[in-house]
């Protein structure tokens, strides 16, 4: 009988599991732009495993704002310097893109050149090009952050509604 009793004041006075509370988009968009603005920050001072995080991180916060806010996003229309902009974050992320693709194919390029001269017993040569092509795969890395915040740069953007 006393089972009864706690299950059913558990189930009376807890909350349930199931229900969310609503969220404050406005505060997750608040957040997502200070985590843009961080992860730039920490590109630049070649901090890119923070920077990284830091991407991750706002790309899922304004994932949350496309999916919670899909009726608003079809009323949305930008001004005309918010589409100005956009055009030009869209271009430099593009840049930036195909700057990291460059660099990544270079960069496995100069890996496959250290091996076969590795192979060939040319240990200094391979070692010197085997640093070269880290160094580009790290550029690489830093080209498609880049891309990235310029991405969720024009989200910031899109959502820039939301702050109050």
């Not at 999916?67 to 055009?87: A, F, G, H, I, V």
């Not at 271009?91 to 496959?112: L, T, Y």
Request: glycine share 4%; proline share 2%.
């Amino acid at each position: 009988m006393s089972a009864v009793c706690i299950i059913f004041f558990l189930l009376t006075v807890l909350p349930a599991g199931a229900q969310k509370p609503p969220q404050d988009h406005s505060q997750i968009y608040k957040q997502a732009v200070a985590l843009v603005e961080q992860a730039e920050k920490k590109l630049a001072g070649n901090y890119t495993a923070e920077a990284k995080a830091l991407v991750k991180e706002a790309n899922s916060l304004f994932g949350i704002l496309v999916k919670e806010l899909p009726e608003q996003l079809k009323e949305r229309q930008l001004t005309l310097k918010q589409d100005e902009q956009y055009n030009i974050n869209q271009k430099m992320a593009a840049d930036s893109s195909a700057q990291g693709e460059r660099m990544e194919k270079s960069a496995q390029e100069k890996q496959r050149q250290s091996e076969t001269l590795d192979a060939q017993g040319q240990k200094e040569a391979a070692i010197k090009l085997q640093q070269e092509a880290v160094r580009e795969f790290n550029l690489a890395n830093k080209a498609y952050l880049r891309a990235q915040i310029y991405h969720l740069k024009n989200l910031q953007q899109v959502y820039s509604f939301l702050y109050r």
